[in-house]
Structures are given as structure tokens and as C-alpha cells.
């Protein structure tokens, strides 16, 4: 059976009374607006207690003083009504929308592409070796100078052809700078062999038997047709004379391409200043040598070539 509690001594159950008997005084002068306790005493001698005891600082949850509701500062509306951008993108046909167009835009590229491919190969394949070496003589840059088609040599390349450009021509003999009648400097470089010009020419002094002409192409080129003017396609200006015929005129020469070897003769017409055009097996390298073999004399014992053609084959 529980045991009684323990004697408390008198001078602490005294105040014990008398702070319990504050404490119930304090809450019934809070309950009573502030009125003194004073409706008698319970059965026990102690004052009656009107309210529910609390101790310490705590209060009950309707009693505890509440914080003011938060209230969320609004924010103006500064985005506005969505685009049509944002509208769009938002869209679930956005994103099939997008690959269609970027391919449609590949295949416009790519046609366009296409066209301009076959143009370029449309020009080239229309284009049947027609030289591009003009006249300066006589003030008529833009007349061009005559052609004439040898017989193929066999085995020749017999599709369509183009007159390749950027060939760099070196020569092991060339004929010292002169003046013409009207006292003009005259050059006999090799560098006029491939100028488009027909009156412009590269000479060496004596027959040039045996002389040799390299022809660098700017890389490896398929080869179909060789041609050239073979003498000084040149009237003097001032004094008239016939440099066609004063100088040596070349009539059989031999051209190295890669590993094809082919002789072109040269009928000897000494009015005839046209490109002298020959057909050859479909080769492809990156240099043409040209040898001369036979010349026919002149007043002059020079020998001049005018200009030389490569045709690119296709």
C-alpha cells in the first residue's frame, strides 16, 4: 500500500502556502479585472480559486496572444499577356514544326546546290575547246584568234573538252628583251606562251631544235586536247612587217604527258596564225612538256610560239 509522504517541516509548508496562496490570488485579480479574491475560503482554509491555475508563463492556446495573418505583398504583372513566340513554343506542334522547316531548308541548300553544279558542269561541257587567245593587234582586244582542228591521234579523248587556265610555262632558252620599229620594249618570256595573247610570244635565238618547254598546271588534270600557234603571231605596228614570217615557225613538236607521248606535225602556212588544236588520249598529270623537233626558216634565225592550249578533258 503507497506510503504517506514524508513530514514536511513547518517553516517550509508556511511558505510553500504562502506563495501558492499568491499565485491563486494572482490569477483571480487577472479572471476578476483586477477585484481582490475575497469570496471566502475553501473547505481546506485556502482562498477559493475562480479560474484555471497557471504557472509560470504559460497560457492556455486561447489565452496566448496570436501573430497578425502574413499577408504576401502582391506583385504587379509586369509579363504581361504571352506572345505569339511564347504562345507558339509553348504549342506541342512547336517542336515538329521546326524539324520540318530545317528539313525543307536542307533540301532547298541542297538543290540549290545541285543546280549550281550543273551549271558549272553544263558550261564546261559546252564549252568544245574553243581557245580564249585574242588579238591586241591592231586595237581589237576582243577579237579572238583563229582555231584549226588537227586529226585525232589515236586512241584520243573524243568527249568535250576545256581550256585550262593558271599553266605556268618555263623555257631553257629565251631570246634576250628587244624594242619593236616604234622603239616599245619587246619580251620573249615564257611567261607569254600561256597570257591569252596572240601577238605576245616566247623566242629562243637559232632553230631551237631540241629546246624544251615545261607547262605547270596548278595540280593533276585530265588532259584531252594540246595546241598552239607555232611562229610570231605579230604585225609590227609601226613598221608593218610580218613577224610570222620574219622569225622561224615551228612544224613538228612532241608533247609528254605523263606517261603519253604524241608528235604533232605542223603544216607550214605562213599565213596561217590560227591555234593549231590536236586531240590526245585522255591523260592526267600535273606538267605537259613540249619539245620542238623541226622548224621551218625564217628571215630571222629565231624561233617563236605565240601560245600553247591544254584542254582539260570532261
Not at 44 to 50: C, F, S
Request: charge should be neutral.
Amino acid at each position: 500500500m503507497p506510503q504517506p509522504p514524508p513530514e514536511v517541516p513547518e517553516e517550509f509548508a508556511a511558505a510553500y502556502r504562502a506563495a501558492y496562496e499568491r499565485a491563486l490570488a494572482a490569477q483571480s485579480e487577472e479572471a476578476d479585472s483586477g477585484q481582490h479574491a475575497d469570496a471566502g475560503l475553501d473547505e481546506g482554509g485556502l482562498a477559493r480559486r475562480r479560474s484555471p491555475i497557471r504557472v509560470g508563463t504559460h497560457r492556455s492556446r486561447a489565452a496566448r496572444p496570436q501573430p497578425p495573418p502574413r499577408v504576401e505583398p502582391e506583385l504587379p504583372d509586369v509579363a504581361g499577356d504571352p506572345t505569339w513566340f511564347e504562345r507558339m513554343r509553348d504549342s506541342a506542334w512547336f517542336v515538329p514544326v521546326l524539324l520540318l522547316l530545317l528539313g525543307l531548308l536542307l533540301i532547298l541548300g541542297a538543290y540549290a546546290f545541285g543546280r549550281a553544279f550543273a551549271d558549272r558542269v553544263g558550261e564546261d561541257a559546252s564549252a568544245d575547246s574553243e581557245p580564249s587567245v585574242v588579238m591586241s593587234e591592231g586595237g581589237d582586244k576582243a577579237q579572238k584568234q583563229p582555231v584549226t582542228r588537227q586529226a585525232p591521234a589515236k586512241g584520243a579523248w573524243a568527249g568535250k573538252v576545256v581550256p585550262l587556265r593558271g599553266v605556268r610555262a618555263t623555257a631553257g632558252c629565251t631570246t634576250a628583251p628587244g624594242v619593236d620599229a616604234g622603239g616599245a620594249k619587246v619580251s620573249y618570256e615564257a611567261a607569254n606562251l600561256t597570257d591569252g595573247v596572240a601577238d605576245t610570244t616566247w623566242r629562243c635565238d637559232g632553230n631551237a631544235v631540241g629546246e624544251k618547254i615545261t607547262l605547270k598546271l596548278d595540280r593533276r588534270q585530265p588532259i584531252g586536247e594540246v595546241g598552239l600557234i607555232p611562229g610570231y603571231a605579230k604585225t609590227d605596228p609601226t613598221s608593218k612587217t610580218d613577224r610570222y614570217v620574219e622569225n622561224n615557225r615551228v612544224t613538228r613538236v612532241r608533247w609528254t604527258i605523263g606517261d603519253t607521248v604524241v608528235v604533232q606535225q605542223l603544216k607550214d602556212a605562213p599565213q596561217d596564225r590560227s591555234v593549231r588544236l590536236l586531240r590526245v588520249p585522255r591523260t592526267t598529270a600535273d606538267s605537259v612538256g613540249l619539245e620542238i623537233l623541226e622548224v621551218a626558216k625564217g628571215a630571222r634565225n629565231t624561233t617563236a610560239i605565240s601560245e600553247v592550249e591544254l584542254g582539260r578533258a570532261g
